[in-house]
C-alpha cells in the first residue's frame, strides 16, 4: 500500500467511526463545554483526589488491555489521563472509538500513578469534535518547511515552540503598547487604503473604488498621515499598523508586515534614539528576561542589548567597509569599487542606489550589533531634516541589529517648501505620487519633531533567535500549492 493509499485508508475509518458516534446518539461536532480549568493550572496546583475539568484535543492514546491512558493538550500545557472499565463504565468502548487529534472534554480526579506521572483519572468524558484528518506522526520542521507555513495550524499543534514563538510576538506588541502609553503616547489610526500611496519608496498593490469611481492604494506607510496629526495638536502619537508593498519575498521580507511608527512633537532623532534604545531594552528584559539575545544567525554571536548602543556616522561605516572615503570618489569610481568588493548592481542602478546596495551588503550585513548608524545621505531619506553642518546629510539614524535594519529614527523635515522639492525630485516625471494633501498639512505648520519605524515582524526574529520572516508571521504569503 503506497502512501496515498494509506491516507485514504485512515481517512475511510474515520468517517467510519463518525457513523458509529453518530450511531449512539453522540453529535460529533459536540457543543460548550464550560468550567474547565487550564492544564497549567492543574499541573500547578495538583492534589491527589481534587476534582479537575478540562478541555483539550487527543495526542496521544495507549490502550493497555482493559485501560486506557492518553495525552491531551490545550493552548499552553498538556497532561496525561487515564481510565478503566471501573472509571467510566460502559462508556470504555466509547473510548475505543477517540481518535488522534479529536478534541474532547473530560471530568476526572487527580492522581500520580506508579512512575509518579500527574494524571487526571477519567470519570466521564464527552466528544467535542471529531478530527477527520490523521495528525502528521512526524513533523520535522527543515525537512516539511513548506508544508508549516501552509498549513500553520498543523504546525501549532505539533510543535509546542512554534506556539512559544508567537506567544512572544504578542508579549512584545503588547509590551510596546504599555511602554508607549505610559510616556504619554496615544495610539491613533490612519487609513489602509489611500488615494496615493506615500511615506516610502515602494510598490504599492493597487485596487478601485466602485462607489466613488477611484483608484486606491494599500499603504506602504501610514506617516504622511501621521504627520497631518501633528500638525492637528497631537504631540505623542504611535500606530501599530499593516502595511503593503508590491515586492519581493525573502527571508527578511514579506508582502503584508507590521510597523510600529511613533512622532514626538519638538524632540529630534537623538531623542528618538534614546527613546528605541530604551523600548527594546524594556523588551528584551520583560519578554525574554535578559539583554542577552540567542545568535540570529548568519554567523552572528549572540546578541547583547547592554546599554549604551554606539553611534557611528554612514560616511565612517562606508570608509572602513570599502577602504576608501566612499564620498570622495566619483560616482563611476564608487560603482568600480563596489564591484570589485562583491556588491552586485543592476547596470541602470543610479549612484545613490550604488551607495545603498554597498551599504546594506558591506556595513548592515555584516553588523551584529546594536548599532546606531547616523547622518545617512539626503538622497537617501527625503522625509528627514537636513544636518544644520553638513547640507550633504541628514539628521537621522538606522538601527541595525544581527545583520539587519530595525528602525529608522528621524528628525522630521518640516518645512513644505523644501519636502515639495525633495517629493518631487524623489517622483521625477510622475508628478501624480505627491501627496498634496500631506505637503497643504504641513503648510500650516507642523512642529520639529522626531519620528521611528520599527518592523515587527524584524524585532520578533530577533526576540526569538529567528533568521526567517516567515517564522514570526502566521499566515506568510506562499505561492499557491497548484501552481509548485
Keep these: 500500500m503506497n502512501e496515498s493509499e494509506a491516507t485514504s485508508e485512515l481517512l475511510r475509518l474515520r468517517r467510519e467511526k463518525l457513523a458509529a458516534w453518530r450511531s449512539r446518539g453522540v453529535d460529533p461536532f459536540g457543543h460548550a463545554f464550560p468550567g474547565t480549568q487550564p492544564i497549567e493550572k492543574i499541573l500547578e496546583d495538583f492534589t491527589e483526589g481534587r476534582e479537575a475539568r478540562l478541555a483539550g484535543r487527543l495526542l496521544s492514546i495507549r490502550e493497555m488491555g482493559k485501560s486506557i491512558f492518553a495525552h491531551v493538550q490545550d493552548a499552553n500545557s498538556k497532561i496525561q489521563v487515564y481510565a478503566n472499565v471501573q472509571s467510566v463504565g460502559e462508556r470504555f468502548a466509547d473510548l475505543k472509538l477517540l481518535d488522534l487529534g479529536d478534541i474532547v472534554g473530560i471530568d476526572g480526579e487527580c492522581f500520580r500513578t506508579k512512575t509518579g506521572e500527574k494524571t487526571v483519572r477519567i470519570r466521564s468524558f464527552v466528544l467535542l469534535s471529531k478530527s477527520l484528518r490523521p495528525l502528521p506522526s512526524k513533523w520535522h520542521g527543515l525537512h516539511d518547511v513548506e508544508a508549516r507555513y501552509r498549513q500553520r495550524y498543523l504546525d501549532l499543534i505539533m510543535n509546542p515552540e512554534v506556539r512559544e514563538v508567537f506567544r512572544k510576538r504578542i508579549r512584545i506588541v503588547r509590551e510596546i503598547r504599555r511602554f508607549l502609553e505610559e510616556r504619554g503616547f496615544l495610539e491613533v489610526e490612519t487609513p489602509m487604503m489611500q488615494p496615493v500611496p506615500g511615506g516610502a519608496a515602494a510598490t504599492p498593490f493597487s485596487t478601485f473604488h466602485e462607489a466613488l469611481g477611484i483608484p486606491l492604494y494599500l499603504r506602504i506607510a501610514p506617516e504622511l498621515y501621521l504627520k497631518r496629526l501633528l500638525v492637528g495638536g497631537f504631540e505623542k502619537i504611535f500606530e501599530l499598523n499593516r502595511n503593503f508593498r508590491n515586492e519581493g519575498i525573502s527571508r527578511k521580507h514579506n508582502p503584508e508586515f507590521t510597523m510600529l511608527e511613533a512622532y514626538w512633537a519638538y524632540a529630534d532623532y537623538s531623542r528618538m534614539a534614546e527613546l528605541l534604545e530604551s523600548l527594546i531594552c524594556h523588551l528584551a528584559r520583560t519578554v525574554c528576561g ?67 546596495h554597498t551599504f546594506e551588503k558591506l556595513v548592515e550585513a555584516r553588523t551584529a550589533g546594536p548599532l546606531f548608524v547616523t547622518h545617512l545621505p539626503t538622497e537617501l531619506v527625503p522625509l528627514a531634516r537636513q544636518n544644520r553642518d553638513d547640507a550633504s546629510v541628514v539628521d537621522v539614524f538606522e538601527l541595525i541589529i544581527g545583520g539587519q535594519e530595525i528602525a529608522p529614527g528621524y528628525s522630521e523635515l518640516n518645512d513644505p517648501i523644501v519636502q515639495r522639492e525633495r517629493l518631487e525630485h524623489q517622483a521625477g516625471q510622475e508628478r501624480q505620487k505627491i501627496d498634496e494633501e500631506f505637503l497643504t498639512a504641513i503648510e500650516y505648520g507642523m512642529p520639529p519633531a522626531g519620528g521611528i519605524g520599527m518592523g515587527i515582524d524584524r524585532l520578533t526574529m530577533l526576540m526569538a533567535g529567528k533568521d526567517s520572516i516567515r517564522e514570526v508571521i502566521l499566515f506568510p504569503l506562499l505561492r499557491p500549492k497548484e501552481t509548485l
Design 290 to 356: 535578559t539583554l542577552r539575545l540567542p545568535s540570529p544567525g548568519g554567523g552572528f554571536p549572540p546578541i547583547d542589548l547592554t546599554p549604551p548602543w554606539p553611534r557611528k556616522r554612514f560616511a565612517d561605516c562606508l570608509r572602513e567597509a570599502t577602504g576608501t572615503d566612499w564620498f570622495a570618489l566619483s560616482p563611476g569610481e564608487r560603482r568600480k569599487r563596489a564591484g570589485a568588493l562583491g556588491v552586485e548592481l543592476h547596470p541602470e542602478a543610479e549612484d545613490i542606489d550604488v551607495t545603498r
